[in-house]
């Protein structure tokens, strides 16, 4: 294959690159620049874990290393 026609497929490609316009879910990418977390419950997903595994804990414990 000559250079012509791989310049030919590459300026072709970069053509239709171009000029592609694929549909765009706006209401996706208002969601995703408002920053707002879409509609769940307000519960942290990571709440139980956070109380599992705390270490900087109020300094209860008696033997506590953290004080």
Do not use: C, N, W
């Not at 250079?3 to 996706?28: H, I, N, V």
């Amino acid at each position: 294959m000559g250079r012509g026609r791989q310049k030919a497929k590459a300026t072709r490609q970069a053509r239709d690159m171009k000029y592609f316009s694929p549909a765009t879910d706006l209401a996706a990418l208002e969601r995703e620049l408002s920053g707002k977390k879409p509609d769940r419950d307000e519960v942290d997903e990571y709440a139980e874990y956070a109380e599992k595994y705390d270490i900087y804990d109020d300094g209860d414990d008696e033997d506590s290393s953290y004080s």
